[in-house]
């Protein structure tokens, strides 16, 4: 060593550690929507779906994007597209009449892939191509 030069210290426990950044003030609220009760968004359209015969109308999987529309499947048995701008109906169709549309739906390119299974003895089970118009 040179001179009055000393490395620096260094404890037992090994270096120090960085100082902690400063604590934000008391007053701040964290980030985030839940940091005030301020409106974060709005409902920009709502798209009804026509009830089966026993007046239920859930909806299967989680909707699909296809081009500008959203795809949804819902009883009984129909295949919707709307239009993800306005909410109008684009297009719908039932791909077997009294069959249930069962699990999610997949879209390659521009086809539109679903499957569906008997609802008792009407209908049938199968997997369906559509092509939208």
Request: proline share 15%; glycine share 12%.
């Amino acid at each position: 060593m040179c001179g009055n030069h000393r490395p620096p210290a260094v404890s037992p426990a090994g270096p120090a550690a960085a100082p902690a950044p400063p604590a934000p003030p008391a007053s701040a609220a964290p980030p985030g929507p839940a940091a005030s009760n301020e409106v974060v968004g709005r409902v920009v359209w709502k798209f009804p779906i026509e009830p089966d015969a026993r007046g239920n109308t859930p909806i299967y999987g989680e909707p699909l994007a296809l081009g500008d529309a959203v795809v949804l499947a819902a009883m009984p048995g129909v295949v919707y597209a709307v239009d993800q701008r306005t909410g109008t109906l684009r297009w719908k169709v039932r791909p077997s009449e009294g069959s249930e549309l069962n699990g999610d739906m997949v879209a390659i390119g521009n086809r539109l892939f679903v499957t569906t299974r008997k609802d008792g003895d009407a209908g049938e089970s199968g997997v369906f191509a559509i092509d939208p118009p």
